[in-house]
């Protein structure tokens, strides 16, 4: 794998542009006179760095989760509930968000990485939806209507507040740097190597000698714990929690996300998300039944568009 | 050993020793449980009854993977390799699951001296050495043959499974196999399981017949050319004509 | 425990396991022929619903609602196979999701722009109001059973024609050969855009008789085909039989959890904490009964054949 950076690709020139807007938007949207897109642009950032996550299961290791989004949800209930019990120091809650990502995606990935193919997408799905039924059920945080979380998360530290706008856009920014960087170390090092080739002929990684399972489980923790990152995030973010911030559609959309930037790239996942929700929050404005158009719009980029965009935006002859 | 599937004896009562540093080769027709013979070798099927020694250990209950790490490595009848590695690639990620354990999750491995400097070593000494930054997809059919040996050489292996080694290859690309492999003699144990027969009686030191998962005879390549059971059983009506 | 109250539970449990059934049937009969993941088979059950329910208020028959839904989900079924479904069999299955995923998304559309964000109420036929006395002191509302009468015949029949039919035989032959049926003279594309249209139909069925219960709603297939997911991992993937008998196990601990379980932990717990973990274990407890069937049999109960 031959990591040539050719800055004028159109792929890299969007990836530029879209990682471009997110570090100016603060400035650039209230002086253009659209301040709401400050918002919408954080909204991005926490996706794409959830579907930075999910590629690097999916892209790179060929684990097809359908239920990605419930680390989303776990990382934010975790934030919310902390809250709800008057805990609002960062450093108790962050340390747990991760931590129950880290253990609830261990105990998923053990079960569902005992299968393969389409039972592992059904298993993931099905898990997820165990704990989004949960969440449901939870009628003290909320059941359905969700959760308001009074304040965002306390550092204790005069010069870094969260509740300043500005420094919560630009920690998400940070983290979503810092997950590609992750990711990009990740998919490089020994571990990455063998999470690749485990995507590409796992019976010939046995053949060498590596277990395949605890690298994919490894990894599905990795990713699970990235994803519940930006789920406490979300949760910062948004001031509100949710049982639909995991619902299935989510997981559904997150894949997408991925697709459409494109599998197996670095920033694909960002410009995928960048792209999907630019779409939808477009679509929304025209009409309420946008979803009309958005859904043969997904069917045709899959019949059509297998490389998500950076397949389109490569040349033919540059494709693998 | 033994293994059967539902009443169907695969391996019959199968006892085979190899030397080591020598070729051993088993031959035999289709359905003689060459295949069988391998997964059980290679640790995808366990036997029903029996045991399977390695260098004074059993290893008949250990895992594929633990089967590699003990020194037992084995080749695809099918090729097996990584496609969208490079050949350089394809050959470090072996080296790399010989060296132990991969869970280094930060160090770039591209550029990791103690991977590539084996792996370029290796390469050249199998032929490959002008074509290590080729994608592994793109090597000619031969080419790809002789990767997916290399693969298997450098987890750094005292005993070589090689699961027809000359499978789908035209003449010449056999004589450069066997050239290979008899440039391989003697640094490894190897057993051989081969359709092509001019292959197994050029390199062979002893040769084992397989027919309904039964050993009927063991013998040096000579020995076998003559054994009257052997002819009628097997190689009678194919030993006129050449290869199968 | 009351034990009126445990057979009608049991009986209720049943009844959703028929319901999962239908579902379960056409999409287990979809994958482990056409080796193709269809989310989009909780969207047949969402326009069954709604068809078949917008034709029993015209009509003012709920069995012509039922009769004429039939003919109308196979061809929207096969409909919705040839125009795209069809492209999707040689691709992968992360292509099928995202495909079905976009096809969700815009039925659930569609059918808010037809029928309104409302939904549809159908109501009862008069003949299935009421109960029926079962003996034993339990009555039974007339119109379940009758849900778990029609559904049974549904697996007869189903049975039948998979085992025994011509039409069966070449599924079968599909399935297992494409080329070899193909060559025996089969048009494997309209063999499979029929058995689509099958499937579409057991789950517009299964969505229709339904909705007098439950009332049609936007969405209302997706809960439904997250738990038929979860009968043919546990049924194994392909085989009806596997999906008859995981789905009534599936319905049966579902509904039994959900009314009993905090009876029984209060056997073991304090009362408030039996009360607030039974609703929550329960709604887990499909879910955790998948993960240990698939602990120690990772390819369900009924594995298809050749899966080793």
């Known amino acids: 794998m031959k990591d ?28 253009l006179g659209e301040p709401f897109y400050v918002i919408v642009f954080a909204r991005i950032m926490v996706w794409a760095i959830a579907a930075v996550s999910l590629n690097l299961i999916m892209g790179y290791g060929g684990m097809i989760s359908f239920g990605h989004a419930v680390y989303l949800g776990i990382g934010a209930y975790a934030i919310g509930i902390l809250a709800f019990h008057g805990v609002t120091s960062a450093w108790i809650q962050w340390p747990v968000a991760i931590g129950a990502c880290a253990v609830i995606s261990l105990i998923f990935g053990a079960i569902s990485l005992r299968t393969r193919g389409v039972y592992f997408i059904m298993i993931t799905l099905a898990l997820a939806q165990m704990l989004f039924f949960l969440s449901v059920s939870a009628e003290r945080y909320g059941s359905d209507d969700g959760l308001n979380i009074l304040a965002r998360s306390d550092f204790g530290v005069s010069f870094f507040s969260l509740e300043d706008n500005m420094t919560m856009y630009y920690t998400i920014f940070a983290f979503l740097l810092a997950s590609v960087f992750v990711s990009w170390k990740l998919v490089h090092s020994r571990f990455g190597v063998v999470m690749r080739a485990a995507k590409s002929n796992e019976t010939r990684v046995q053949a060498v000698g590596v277990s395949t399972y605890r690298y994919r489980l490894t990894a599905f923790v990795i990713a699970g714990v990235m ?73 045709l980029i899959v019949l059509f568009a297998r490389g998500g965009i950076a397949g389109l935006l490569t040349p033919r002859a540059s494709r693998e | 050993m033994r293994k059967s599937f539902g009443g169907l004896t695969a391996t019959d009562n199968l006892s085979l020793e190899a030397t080591r540093g020598e ?71 072996s080296v790399q699951a010989g060296q132990g354990h991969s869970f280094r999750f930060w160090r770039p491995a591209a550029k990791d001296e103690s991977l590539r400097a084996p792996a370029r070593e290796l390469l050249e000494r199998v032929g490959l050495g002008g074509r290590m930054d080729v994608k592994a997809g793109n090597l000619a059919h031969g080419e790809q043959r002789q990767l997916e040996i290399a693969i298997s050489l450098a987890t750094g292996p005292s005993f070589l499974l090689l699961d027809e080694p000359m499978a789908g290859m035209g003449l010449e690309e056999s004589q450069v196999m066997i050239d290979f492999l008899k440039a391989l003699k003697g640094d490894y144990t190897m057993l051989l399981i081969e359709h092509d027969m001019d292959a197994v009686f050029a390199l062979a030191d002893r040769i084992t017949v397989l027919v309904y998962g039964r050993a009927i005879a063991t013998g040096t390549p000579d020995e076998i050319r003559n054994d009257a059971s052997v002819r009628a059983a097997y190689l009678g009506d194919e030993a006129s004509g050449g290869t199968v | 425990m009351d034990y009126v109250l445990l057979i009608e539970q049991f009986l209720n449990g049943f009844q959703l396991g028929i319901i999962l059934f239908l579902m379960a049937a056409g999409l287990t009969l979809v994958f482990g022929i056409m080796d193709l993941v269809n989310l989009a088979h909780g969207s047949m059950f969402m326009i069954g619903a709604f068809v078949g329910g917008t034709i029993a208020a015209v009509t003012g028959s709920f069995v012509i609602g039922v009769v004429l839904m039939i003919p109308a989900m196979l061809l929207i079924g096969m409909a919705v196979e040839m125009t795209t479904l069809r492209t999707l069999y040689p691709r992968d299955h992360l292509d099928h999701v995202l495909a079905t995923f976009g096809l969700i998304l815009f039925f659930n559309a569609a059918t808010r722009l037809i029928w309104g964000p409302e939904g549809l109420v159908v109501p009862l036929p008069d003949f299935l109001e009421g109960s029926v006395a079962l003996g034993i002191g339990i009555t039974y509302p007339v119109y379940r059973i009758m849900i778990i009468v029609v559904g049974l015949l549904v697996a007869l029949g189903l049975y039948v024609l998979v085992a025994k039919t011509r039409i069966g035989m070449l599924i079968r032959a599909g399935a297992s050969n494409r080329t070899m049926a193909g060559a025996l003279g089969v048009n494997i594309p309209m063999l499979f855009s029929v058995v689509f249209g099958i499937g579409a139909v057991l789950a517009g069925l ?56 905090d009876v029984f932990l209060l056997l073991f717990l304090p009362e408030n904490a039996a009360e607030s973990a039974g609703p929550a274990l329960s709604s887990m407890m499909i879910y955790i009964l998948m993960a240990a069937i698939l602990f120690f049999r990772p390819q369900g109960l009924f594995p298809p054949k050749g899966a080793q």
């Open chain 2, 23 to 93: 070729i051993h080769a088993v031959i035999g027709p289709n359905g003689a449980g060459k295949t069988t013979l391998v997964h059980l070798l290679s640790g995808l099927l366990k036997p029903d009854a029996g045991e399977i020694m390695f260098e004074g250990r059993d290893i008949t209950r250990l895992s594929a993977p633990a089967r590699v790490n003990q020194g037992l490595a084995r080749s695809f009848q099918i090729t097996s390799i990584f496609r969208e590695f490079t050949v350089l690639e394809n050959v470090m990620l």
């Open chain 1, 227 to 299: 994803c519940g990152i930006a789920g406490l995030l979300q949760a910062n973010l948004e001031r509100f929690v949710s049982p639909d911030m995991m619902n299935w559609p989510r997981s559904g959309e997150l894949i997408f996300m991925v697709v459409l930037g494109g599998m197996s790239t670095l920033f694909g996942p960002v410009t995928g998300a960048f792209v999907f929700l630019m779409l939808s929050e477009i679509l929304s404005t025209w009409t309420i039944h946008w979803h009309i158009i958005f859904g043969p719009f997904l069917v």
């Open chain 1, 4 to 31: 040539v950076i050719d800055l004028k690709s159109p792929a890299n020139i969007l990836t530029i542009i879209v990682v471009g807007l997110c570090a100016v938007v603060p400035f650039l949207a209230p002086a």
């Open chain 3, 206 to 261: 299964a969505g229709l008789i339904i909705t007098p219960i439950t009332a049609a709603q936007i969405g209302m297939g997706e809960d439904v085909l997250i738990l038929a997911f979860v009968v043919i991992v546990i049924g194994g993937i392909g085989s009806i039989r596997g999906a008859f008998i995981a789905s009534i196990v599936t319905g049966v601990i579902d509904t039994m959890g959900r009314s009993f379980l």
